[in-house]
């Protein structure tokens, strides 16, 4: 099975900083790859898909890069409404979900 | 509009079995592959089941396969998950979800649920 491993954990920002989130595959995934984001108590929301595409709506300050084994989310200048949970997720065989980055405020 | 709402969750006693249901509109469901995920409180997201758009083919997460199982039905536009030998470990928010794609297996998820919530 494919493992994701996201990192860090928790991310402490603030309002403006620029983050990013990194994803690293167990194997190679080419672009099968996509972000999701949490609200406490809401279903995911998907954010970028094929590692670098945007979603329909998705604001243009979230980015998407990566191929193979190593992927990134950055979040160009953080907004009130960013704070969640992030996950990643590989689609190449199977599911498998990382065990998500959640984004505080400092 | 595209939309999923699952229903069934509840609380029952381990080794006891509960069935879950997700009502799909605004799409066509029979085209689709279709997904349970799971979330535990507090843990991140674990994917469970998933069949594809005619029903023939299923695959399970290791942790419920043999326990677990996935179907739908085109005519009413639900997807149902049985639970059978249910554990605490199986505690978690029950989400159906929609691949972006038709008939494709492998592919990400566009459309999410609310979640039903399962307490063992």
């Known amino acids: 099975d494919i493992q994701m491993t996201q990192s860090p954990s928790t991310l402490s920002a603030s309002v403006g900083d620029r983050v990013t989130i990194t994803c690293r595959a167990s194997q190679s995934i080419g672009s099968w790859f996509a972000w999701y984001q949490q609200k406490q108590g809401k279903a995911p929301k998907l954010l970028i898909y094929k590692a670098s595409t945007l979603q329909s709506g998705v604001p243009s300050r979230f980015s998407g890069s990566g191929s193979e084994t190593e992927f990134t989310l950055t979040i160009s200048s953080l907004q009130p409404d960013d704070f969640a949970t992030y996950y990643c997720q590989q689609y190449s065989s199977h599911y498998t979900f990382g065990q998500g980055t959640k984004l505080e405020i400092k | 509009q595209v939309q999923l709402l699952e229903s069934g969750g509840g609380v029952v006693q381990p080794g006891g079995s509960l069935r879950l249901s997700c009502a799909a509109s605004g799409f066509s469901f029979n085209s689709y592959f279709m997904h349970w995920v799971r979330q535990a409180p507090g843990k991140g997201l674990e994917w469970v089941a998933v069949?594809?758009?005619?029903?023939?083919?299923?695959y399970y997460a290791d942790s419920v396969k043999g326990r677990f199982t996935i179907s739908r039905d085109s005519s009413k536009s639900t997807l149902d998950l049985q639970m059978n030998s249910l554990r605490v470990e199986d505690t978690a928010v029950y989400y159906c979800?929609?691949?972006?794609?038709?008939?494709?297996?492998?592919?990400?998820?566009?459309?999410w649920g609310k979640g039903t919530t399962v307490t063992v």
């Open positions: 979800a929609k691949p972006a794609a038709t008939r494709v297996d492998y592919y990400y998820m566009d459309v």
């Open positions: 069949i594809s758009y005619d029903g023939t083919k299923k």
